[in-house]
Each structure stands twice: as C-alpha cells, then as structure tokens.
C-alpha cells in the first residue's frame, strides 16, 4: 500500500503563489507516474498536471505556463509549484500515484487526503 500525503494549501490572493508538496511512501515516486488533480465545489475532478517515472510532465492547458509539476526522488516528493494564481484554481488539490496505459492514459490509483488552496482577495 502506498501512502501519498499533500501539504502547502492554503489561502492566497490573485497573482500569488504556493507550492504544493507530495510525500509519497517508500520509493513510490521512483516506481509510479505521479499527479495532480483538484475539485472545485460542484465540479468534477479534473488532471491538473501528470509527470512519468522519467520525468515527461503533462500540464491541462487551463493551467499551462503558470503551474509547474517536478520530481525529487531522492525525497519521494512531488511538487506542484503555482503561480499567477486566480480565484477559479480554488479548490482541493490531491495528489495521487498511479500508472499509464501504453496509449498514455494515466491511471490513478493511490490518492493523498487532499489539500485546500483558496485563491481569495
């Protein structure tokens, strides 16, 4: 069983910026591809940003030039750097580990508690 706990949510303002962290057990980040999701009250989850074992990173085009996803093996963590924040990225953001299909669909299967991130003036 893998273990994935988030940190680094929280509340900031329009233009801002937080880093999110993912801790995943043992040496889950070197075996799995990682990502992030989040969910907006109301909405469906949605993929925010997928990155492979080898590092090849996927950002959904509603966050691209402005989110970054990045590996540390070496400290089993996933990072979601955030910037130019708006008030529509609110929501919870969860990490998760999981697998790709050979046609590329990502797979999720272990999933952190999730963390709040409020964008708010």
């Known amino acids: 069983q893998v273990q994935v706990v988030e940190s680094g949510g929280g509340l900031v303002q329009p233009g801002g910026s937080l880093r999110l962290s993912c801790a995943a057990s043992?040496?889950?980040?070197?075996?799995?591809?990682m990502a992030w999701c989040r969910q907006a009250p109301g909405k469906q989850h949605e993929l925010v940003a997928h990155i492979t074992t080898n590092s090849s990173a996927n950002i959904v085009d509603s966050v691209k030039g402005r989110f970054t996803i990045s590996r540390d093996n070496a400290k089993n963590t996933v990072y979601l750097q955030m910037n130019s924040l708006k008030p529509e990225d609110t929501a919870v953001y969860y990490c998760n580990a999981g697998l790709s299909t050979s046609s590329g669909t990502y797979l999720p299967r272990y999933w952190g508690q999730g963390t709040q991130v409020t964008v708010s003036s």
């Open positions: 043992g040496s889950a980040v070197r075996v799995y591809d």
